[in-house]
C-alpha cells in the first residue's frame, strides 16, 4: 500500500468542516480590519528564503525542501510540448508569470517554509508601495523537513497576515503592532480559543544586535564547549541563534547568558512601550518573555508569540514579529512591515469545537422508489437545492430500507420518497427521521416544510 508521505496527512471529512469554519471566521476577521488576500506560489528561489529568513536559522540550514531546476529541456523530454516563449510575460487579469526557460536550468528552488519572504519579494516586484500601505493576508501550506509529532508537520498550513509600506503610510508606528495583536486576540476569540497567553518582547534593531551578539560571545567563550555541536557553530556564526537550541543539556546555560533588553536603544525602547502602552489600553494581556527571540532573522523590534497549554510540545499557536530591514535587504526598497503566521493545524487542535458541530447535514434525503424515479428525484432534488437545502440522494434500485439505513447513516434530517404514485399525485412522503412522523406533501410546499425544523 502506498501511503501519504512522512509529516504529511490526509485531512478528512468531518474534520475538514472544521478548517473551513476556521477559514471563514478568520476571512471575516481579515475583512473588518481591512485586509486582502495574497497568493504567492508554494515554491521560490531557494536565494529569497537563505537571505530573507538567514542561512544560520534551523529552517534554512536544516528544514527546506529544496531541489535544481531540471530546465525547460526536461519538460520537454517527458513528452509535454515545452512552453512557447510568446506566453510568458504579464497579462493584466491573471497576473504577471514567470514562464519557464532554459535560464531557469539549474536554479535552485525551495518549497516554501514559511510565506513571509515570499510576501515581501512580491511587494517589491509588483511595487506595490504605490498602493501606500498594504495589509495582506494568506492561506496556505507551507513545507518543513522537521521530525514529525503532534502538532508538527512537513506539510502545514499557515494562517498568516503582514502589514507592509513606506513609513511614510505609518508602517513602522507601534500602533501597527498593537493592531496586530489585538487583531490576534479578536480572531481566537471568535474561533473560540480561550486560555492563550501572548508572549511579547522586542529583539531591537540591528546596532543593537550586534552589541549584544558581541555580549553573547564573550558569555559562551568559557562555556561553549559543554554544549551541543549546534550551538558551538552558532557562538561563532550567529550566537543569538543559540536561543532556539532545544538540547535539555544545554539549557541551564542558556539561562544564564544575558538578554536583549539590557542591550535596546532609546528608539526600540519607545517603541516597545508604546506597543504595550496600547494592549493596556485594548485590554489585552500579554507576558514579557525576555528570551523571546524567534528562529528566523528577519525579526527587529516587536516579537511575539502565542502558545496554548492544551497543545503539548510543540505549543506556540503561531508566532510573529517586525521586520523592518527585510525588504531592503531582499533589494527593495525601505518598508517597515509586521506580520505574523498562526499554525492552522495547531489552532484546529486547540478548537474545543468538535468537527460535528460545525458540519452542515443533509435537510433531507431523496429516495427515488422503482424504475424511472432517478429520473423524477434528479427534478425534485434540484428545486429544493435552489432553496439552499442541502439534499442527497439514493438510487432507485435502492429497496426503502436500504434508504432508509443510508439516510440514517448520513445524519439526514427527513427521507423523501419518490415514487410513481407520489410523481402522479404531485406530492410526496415526507419522514421526520427523528421522531418518525410522516405527513404528505404538495410539491409546491416541500421545501418551506423542510426548512422548518
Ligand atoms: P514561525 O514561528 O516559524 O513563523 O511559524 C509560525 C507558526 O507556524 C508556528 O507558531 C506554528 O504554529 C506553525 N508551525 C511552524 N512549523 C510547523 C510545523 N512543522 N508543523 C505545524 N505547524 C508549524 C513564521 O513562519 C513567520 N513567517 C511568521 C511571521 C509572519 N512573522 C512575520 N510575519
Known amino acids: ?88 510575460g504579464a497579462d493584466s487579469r491573471s497576473g504577471s508569470f514567470s514562464g519557464a526557460g532554459d535560464s531557469d536550468r ?41 521530525r514529525p509529532q503532534k502538532g508538527r508537520y ?52 540591528p546596532a543593537d544586535r550586534a552589541k549584544f551578539n558581541e555580549a553573547l560571545r564573550q558569555a559562551l567563550a568559557p562555556v561553549v ?12 556564526t550567529n550566537p ?17 547568558l544575558p538578554t536583549i533588553s539590557q542591550f535596546l536603544d532609546e528608539d526600540c525602547r519607545t517603541h516597545y512601550e ?27 523590534k516587536t516579537a511575539f508569540e502565542f502558545t496554548h497549554g492544551a497543545l503539548g510540545a510543540q505549543n506556540a499557536i503561531l508566532g510573529g514579529g517586525r521586520y523592518d530591514g527585510l525588504s531592503e535587504d531582499l533589494g ?24 460535528e458541530s460545525v458540519v452542515r447535514k443533509p435537510d433531507v434525503y431523496i429516495a427515488p422508489l422503482g424504475a424511472g424515479m432517478n429520473r423524477e428525484a434528479a427534478r425534485v432534488a434540484r428545486e429544493l437545492r435552489r432553496h439552499d437545502l442541502v439534499v442527497d440522494l439514493g438510487d432507485e434500485a435502492f429497496r426503502l430500507k436500504k434508504s432508509f439505513e443510508a439516510a440514517d447513516k448520513m445524519g439526514a434530517r427527513y427521507i423523501l420518497i419518490v415514487g410513481e404514485n407520489e410523481v402522479k399525485a404531485n406530492a410526496f412522503a415526507l419522514k421526520h427521521l427523528a421522531s418518525g412522523e410522516q405527513v404528505t406533501v404538495p410539491r409546491g410546499q416541500l421545501a418551506e416544510r423542510i426548512v422548518q425544523k
Open 1 to 88: 500500500m502506498i501511503k501519504s508521505p512522512r509529516g504529511t496527512r490526509d485531512l478528512l471529512p468531518p474534520d475538514t468542516a472544521l478548517w473551513n469554519f476556521v477559514e471563514a471566521t478568520v476571512r471575516d476577521v481579515f475583512r473588518a480590519y481591512n485586509f486582502h488576500e495574497i497568493r504567492t506560489p508554494i515554491f521560490e528561489s531557494t536565494e529569497l528564503f537563505a537571505r530573507g529568513v538567514g542561512e544560520e536559522t534551523d529552517i534554512v540550514s536544516k528544514e527546506m525542501f529544496t531541489w535544481e531546476d531540471r530546465g525547460r529541456g526536461a519538460i520537454s523530454s517527458s513528452g509535454s510540448p515545452p512552453r512557447s516563449k510568446s506566453v510568458s
Open 106 to 146: 539549474g536554479q535552485s528552488l525551495t518549497l516554501r517554509p514559511e510565506n513571509t519572504a515570499g510576501v515581501v519579494r512580491a511587494y517589491i516586484e509588483h511595487k506595490l508601495w504605490d498602493r501606500g500601505l498594504n495589509k495582506l493576508f494568506y492561506i496556505g501550506p507551507q513545507f518543513r523537513r522537521e
Open 154 to 205: 512537513r506539510q502545514f498550513y499557515q494562517i498568516g497576515a503582514e502589514v507592509i509600506g513606506p513609513a511614510a503610510a505609518g508602517s513602522q508606528s507601534p500602533a501597527r503592532d498593537a493592531e496586530i495583536l489585538e487583531l490576534l486576540a479578536t480572531l481566537l476569540d471568535r474561533v473560540g480559543i480561550t486560555n492563550w497567553t501572548l508572549e511579547l518582547n522586542s529583539v531591537g534593531c
Open 225 to 236: 564547549d559543554k554544549m551541543c555541536a549546534d550551538c558551538q557553530r552558532r557562538a561563532v
Open 240 to 256: 543569538l541563534r543559540v536561543f532556539d537550541c532545544k538540547v535539555p543539556a544545554d539549557q541551564p546555560i542558556i539561562d544564564t
Open 274 to 300: 508604546a506597543v504595550k502602552d496600547i494592549l493596556n489600553a485594548v485590554q489585552i494581556p500579554y507576558q514579557e518573555n525576555l528570551r523571546l527571540v524567534r528562529g528566523l532573522d528577519y525579526y527587529q
Open 332 to 355: 527593495g526598497p525601505a518598508a517597515p512591515g509586521i506580520g505574523f503566521a498562526i499554525g492552522e493545524d495547531r489552532l484546529v487542535l486547540s478548537l474545543t469545537a468538535s468537527a
